[in-house]
């Protein structure tokens, strides 16, 4: 749960709709406060800045202070994790350059398990953004060349229509479990 402990006794009139449109403060504080809720409407969007708050659920493998690491709700194959700043950073190239090389790092050791633990040869590493508007990175194991999709590998040209293997909740907690005691490990 979240709590903000701001005094806004001291703001005449506060629009918390557009940062612009905060106007009359009396002091630094009071500017401050607002934008602090201003972030925390703006969190209530994002659906990773729910999970990194502990706000909404998410089967989490690994958490450091500035990263987390949890199951895709909607994996492309078991074992496909997402790793996100737990800052609300929108785009992958306004990352601060040690928080990329973190999740870089965090990346490969999760790629080394998953090759360990599946006998692949390789494994995806895609960063992303469109889907939410919150930098994240994905990382799948690839069993077959079409697991992360492009339209060379669908002959009607529709990738919408995608092969896909949906897991059942004990197959992706067996992943959960294996790749967490490999990481536990390495």
Known sequence: MIRLCVSMSNIKRVKL????????MKSRADIWAAFVILGLLKMKDCIFCRIANGVEHAA??????????????????ESHFQIIPK????????????LAGQIMFIGQKI?????QIYGIERV???FSGHDVAHCHAHVVPLHDKDDITSRRYFAS???????RKFL??????????????ALLHS
């Open 111 to 115: 790629a080394k398990a998953q090759k």
């Open 60 to 77: 989490v493998i690994c958490e450091t202070s500035e990263l987390m690491v949890f199951a895709d709700h909607n994996p492309i194959r």
């Open 17 to 24: 709709n557009n940062p612009l449109d905060i106007v009359f």
């Open 124 to 126: 995806g590493f895609i």
């Open 168 to 181: 059942a909740p004990f197959e992706l907690a067996q992943a959960f479990e294996k790749l967490r005691h």
């Open 157 to 163: 040209g529709d990738v919408r229509n995608a092969k």
């Open 87 to 98: 800052d609300h950073i929108v785009c992958f190239e306004d990352l601060p350059k040690s």
